[in-house]
């Protein structure tokens, strides 16, 4: 062989070795990662540590006992986005009236311990107001009617009859406490 021929082998197999070396080292080297994005780490469910302890208990006592009208009377007064008020009524002949009025509605809601009526305002007058319906207070036929006077509601007349329309009760009304408003 020739000489020239041999060194030039020498040289080729040199250069190959030292690219395989290179190629080698580069394959081993730990290459750098990306930083993870922000939708990476959304989607990506994250791990909570549990505990083996039982949480708290919630101890929810639950009063069943009913408190009696009067003994929560004087508790709240409660107050409602419309103007809606509740009024006690004394009335001669002996009658209790509870009276709710629901300004907005141009109503009263009256209770009595014979039945309860709504009775809507037939006048545009503040003094007397003057509210009717076509039933009697049980709801059955007749009518009622209520005027009260004054800016407070504190007086008011009642008048009711059944079926035979000739045989009107009439009450006089006077307020005993409001009992919201």
């Known amino acids: 062989m020739n ?3 041999l060194k030039q082998w020498r040289t080729s197999i040199a250069v190959t070795g030292l690219l395989a070396g ?5 394959a081993c080297q730990q290459q ?3 930083e993870p994005s922000l939708e990476d780490d959304i ?3 994250q791990s909570v540590p549990m505990s083996a302890e039982p949480a708290e208990p919630n101890d929810v006592l639950i009063d069943t006992q009913d408190p009696s009208l009067n003994e929560v009377k004087s508790d709240t007064v409660a107050s409602v986005n419309t103007p809606v008020s509740q009024m006690t009524y004394s009335c001669s002949p002996e009658l209790a009236v509870e009276a709710t009025y629901k300004d907005a509605d ?3 809601v009256i209770a009595t ?3 309860t009526t709504t009775l809507t305002k037939t006048n545009d007058a503040t003094n007397p107001e003057v509210f009717e319906t076509a039933n009697s207070i049980d709801g059955g036929a007749g009518f009622v009617q209520w005027r009260v006077a004054h800016q407070d509601r504190e007086t008011g007349v009642m008048r009711t009859a059944g079926a ?3 045989n009107v009760s009439t009450y006089e009304c006077k307020k005993t406490e409001q009992s919201a408003g």
């Not at 290179?22 to 580069?26: D, F, K």
């Open 22 to 26: 290179a190629l080698t080292i580069s």
């Open 3 to 5: 000489v020239q021929l």
């Open 43 to 45: 989607s990506a469910e």
């Open 106 to 108: 141009n109503q009263v």
């Open 113 to 115: 311990a014979n039945g």
């Open 164 to 166: 035979d329309s000739e």
């Open 32 to 34: 750098q990662e990306t």
